[in-house]
């Protein structure tokens, strides 16, 4: 376990399908496996006990990213690298809670819609075609973009491995993380 590591948040956004969650993982054994503390929020497992009983609605959406927001304070201040994957479709609450957060790395997870609802991991985009779910982001509810992004990860042309070595090679930029001898 390595004595000295600064906390920092890693904020993953973007659309149902475009990769936050594999991503995230890869980072995060990565990130194990030279011995830092990592800590990981996903929106789907937070919804199921921090933010049980939110839906989709914008005020529940931003109550969602705000209350993931402060645990991730949390960790981060006790110098844990946090990793959140959320769609978090809204840009001023992300920017909220870039306010609050001393040290926030913003990942847009790009990739297109098509793109998404071809891979359609979850099997979500189906149900929302067939008219069993409303009010899903990219389809029937806004995804708006992030506009300065520290790293972008255009998951429709990269491999994973490059995906997420975009997202080390920030944190090693920033001071966060050594370099790593052992390149991916
Ligand atoms: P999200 O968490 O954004 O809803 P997931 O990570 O659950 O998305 O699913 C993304 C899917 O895209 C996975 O099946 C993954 O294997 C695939 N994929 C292809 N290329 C990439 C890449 N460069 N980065 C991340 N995922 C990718």
């Known amino acids: ?23 995230c993982q890869f980072v995060e054994k990565e990130l194990r496996i030279q011995g830092y503390r990592v800590e990981v929020l996903d929106g789907d497992a937070v ?13 529940d959406r931003e109550e969602n990213i705000r209350r993931i927001g402060f645990v991730a304070h ?42 998404c609802e071809r891979r359609d991991v979850k099997g979500l985009y189906k149900k929302v075609r067939a008219g069993e779910i409303k009010h899903f982001t990219g389809i029937d509810d806004p995804y708006e973009i992030p506009l300065l992004p520290e790293v972008e990860c255009k998951t429709n042309q990269e491999s994973i491995v490059q995906s997420a070595s975009k997202v080390l090679k920030k944190l090693e930029e920033l001071g966060y993380i050594l370099p790593n001898v052992n390149e991916l």
């Open 74 to 115: 949390l960790l981060a201040r006790n110098n844990v690298i946090v990793l959140v994957s959320a769609i978090s479709p809204y840009r001023e609450i992300r920017e909220e809670v870039r306010k609050n957060i001393p040290c926030f790395i913003e990942v847009y997870v790009n990739a297109s819609l098509e793109v």
């Open 47 to 59: 919804r199921q006990n921090l933010c049980k009983g939110l839906g989709f609605s914008k005020e």
């Open 1 to 23: 376990m390595r004595q000295q590591q600064r906390g920092v948040t890693v904020w993953f956004t973007g659309l149902s399908g475009a990769g936050k969650t594999t991503i």
